[in-house]
């Protein structure tokens, strides 16, 4: 996977340097990430509908969880 680089460092993937130490993100528009549960991400992402968007704005990563969160587990993604 390419190197991905953000800023969001109370996500449980964000480390030092601003590096993303997830095994996979999806990358989505908000408004389909507001409306599915924290389980739904990268694994399914060939499962998923596309969600076309009209600026960067509109768009986020479904991956983040907070560091600490009973949630860092549902999603099947894991720390590199
Ligand atoms: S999972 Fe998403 S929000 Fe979390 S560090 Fe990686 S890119 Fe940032």
Known sequence: M???????????????????????????????????????????AGTISTTPVQSSEETCCKTFVPRGSAQEDADGITLK
């Open 2 to 44: 390419p190197r991905i680089t953000c800023s969001v460092n109370n996500c449980h993937y964000w480390s030092s340097g601003n590096v993303c130490n997830a095994s996979q993100i999806l990358v989505t528009s908000s408004s389909m990430s507001n409306s599915q549960p924290q389980n739904v991400d990268a694994p399914m």
